[in-house]
């Protein structure tokens, strides 16, 4: 069975820090990693990753790859109180790229 | 403008009855999908639908039945409602050049009494 574990479950940071959530992945015919941030209603997409070692970055949030090793890492630079949420690992894997979700880092900022 | 909506929001209902939640996409997607995600916030993928073709099946209970009547419309029918039911249910939809870029409905909070 495909698995997908996030660490930490959760995260109290001061605004301004740098955050970096983990994600280890097993699966069956990996396609891509994925990571999407809730809030309180449904998951938005942040990032697809397909390749090892290149960095996709959007303002100040970044992650990275590396498929030998399986997993994949979410860093949030200067972090604000509107970073505040669940961050939600997934793997597409198979033919169909059936999404497995990990659990979930909840992230805090605390000005 | 919305672009994925389901109905209802909120859905309180006794054990046993029958219900609906219906789900919608106007981006011209190819490939919907039903998630559940439970009070431990875990979400779990239960059905994927393409061109109205189901594609993937997850061991689900088969008091859950999808319909897809066209391509922008998958709905979830819940026959025989139990308590363990409980949870919101998610649609998404995504294009089929990339299956994995799902964007997500807002979710149907069930509440089974």
């Known amino acids: 069975e495909d698995k997908v574990v996030q660490s930490p479950l959760s995260l109290v940071v001061h605004e301004g820090d740098t955050v970096t959530l983990n994600c280890s992945y097993e699966v069956t015919n990996f396609r891509s990693l994925l990571w999407y941030k809730q809030e309180k209603k449904a998951p938005t997409f942040l990032f697809m990753l397909t390749s090892s070692g290149i960095e996709k970055k959007s303002g100040r949030l970044s992650s990275i790859l590396d498929k030998k090793e399986l997993f994949s890492i979410l860093n949030i630079t200067a972090t604000q109180t509107g970073d505040s949420a669940v961050y939600l690992c997934?793997?597409?894997?198979?033919?169909?790229?059936?999404?497995?979700f990990g659990i979930g880092t909840k992230l805090q900022v605390i000005p | 403008d919305t672009a994925v909506s389901q109905t209802p929001k909120y859905l309180v209902t006794q054990m046993g009855n029958d219900k609906s939640i219906k789900c919608e996409q106007n981006?011209?997607?190819?490939?919907m999908y039903w998630y559940k995600q439970d009070s431990k916030k875990f979400l779990k993928i239960m059905f994927s639908?393409?061109?109205?073709?189901?594609?993937i099946n997850e061991t689900v209970p088969n008091r859950f039945s999808p319909k897809s009547p066209d391509k922008a419309h998958l709905n979830l029918h819940i026959n025989s409602l139990e308590l363990g039911d409980s949870a919101v249910y998610f649609c998404a939809s995504s294009p089929i050049e990339a299956r994995n870029e799902q964007f997500f409905g807002p979710g149907t909070r069930l509440t089974v009494l």
């Open positions: 997934a793997v597409g894997a198979g033919g169909y790229q059936k999404v497995t």
């Open positions: 639908y393409n061109n109205k073709e189901l594609i």
């Open positions: 981006l011209g997607h190819d490939t």
